[in-house]
């Protein structure tokens, strides 16, 4: 068995590329220890990694049980080639709603507990507008460069000894 942060993002990964949902574009997540996107054919596809946070915090909640805090980074990133704004809107709306699922959504891990989220985010880039450039033509504008979003989601683990 992994570590609880580990097992938590494991568990998100698997719910976000479950078959039960519905994304409003492909979305296939991946754990990694590092959000970073290199080269543009790793972009060609939209990308969501998810990265447990380095830090954990832990308090004694009682004799018998203490509280821990781990959050969590998804990030998406996609290479953008002459998109109209519908599609950077499209984007945008696909991270809102997977924000919105896992900003509420608990999670149940074997042998560690319920991971249950704070209900609120501790960062939240919605995209990067240094890394997307527009160029018009004509009545039409169109955006090139890399779309990037992320956010972070606490969630707290009550462990019992």
């Known amino acids: 068995m992994a570590s609880p942060d580990v097992e938590l993002a494991n ?13 409003s574009q492909f979305l296939e997540a991946e754990r990694t220890w590092v959000p970073l996107w290199i080269g543009k054919d790793q972009l060609s596809d939209l990308q969501c990694i998810v990265n447990p946070w380095p830090v954990v915090e832990v308090e004694p909640e009682s004799r018998d049980f203490t509280l821990s805090h781990y959050s969590i980074d998804f990030g ?3 290479r953008l080639d ?5 599609e950077i809107d499209d984007l945008r709306q696909l991270v809102d709603s ?3 699922r896992y900003v509420v959504t608990n999670f149940t ?16 880039i919605t995209y990067d507008p240094s890394r ?15 779309f990037l979003s992320i956010f972070r989601i606490p969630y707290r683990l009550q462990e019992s000894y």
């Not at 698997?14 to 994304?23: G, L, Q, T, V, Y």
């Not at 891990?109 to 209900?119: D, H």
């Not at 997307?132 to 890399?146: L, P, S």
């Open 82 to 86: 002459d998109k109209t704004e519908k």
């Open 132 to 146: 997307i450039q527009n160029n018009k033509d004509g009545n039409q504008t169109y955006y090139t460069g890399d």
């Open 98 to 100: 997977v924000y919105r």
């Open 11 to 23: 568990a998100i990964v698997a719910d976000i590329n479950s078959a039960d949902r519905s994304w």
């Open 76 to 78: 998406f990133a996609k």
């Open 109 to 124: 891990v074997a042998n560690i507990g319920v991971f249950i989220p704070l209900r609120r985010l501790d960062e939240y």
